[in-house]
Nanobody, 115 residues
Framework: QVQLVESGGGLVQPGGSLRLSCAAS????????MGWYRQAPGKQRELVAT???????NYADSVKDRFTISRDGATRTVDLQMNSLQPEDTAMYYC?????????WGPGTQVTVSS
């Protein structure tokens, strides 16, 4: 069984920053990859950023150069540093972990970008 718990969401003004953290219940290097996804009201869930077991990262075009995904094996966490936030970044952000075709999700953390 895998448990993922997100933290760090909140309300921020446009141009501001937030750092999300995902805590896993097991060694994060057991997963093929981990990442962050988001879902805005009325829209489908979309990929934000992933990092694989080898450390290779992948970002959605909309967040490249603004968001950075990182991990810490000692604390079993995967973080998402979000800079230059814009209203279109407003969404529920979910942590994901994958082993082959098995996916686990956290409950999500809300990010709202508004003045």
């Amino acid at each position: 069984q895998v448990q993922l718990v997100e933290s760090g969401g909140g309300l921020v003004q446009p141009g501001g920053s937030l750092r999300l953290s995902c805590a896993a219940s097991r060694n994060i290097f057991e997963f093929n990859d981990m990442g962050w996804y988001r879902q805005a009201p009325g829209k489908q869930r979309e990929l934000v950023a992933t990092i694989n077991v080898g450390g290779v990262t992948n970002y959605a075009d909309s967040v490249k150069d603004r968001f950075t995904i990182s991990r810490d094996g000692a604390t079993r966490t995967v973080d998402l540093q979000m800079n230059s936030l814009q209203p279109e970044d407003t969404a529920m952000y979910y942590c994901n972990a994958r082993i082959l075709r098995n996916n686990w999700w956290g409950p999500g953390t809300q990010v709202t970008v508004s003045s």
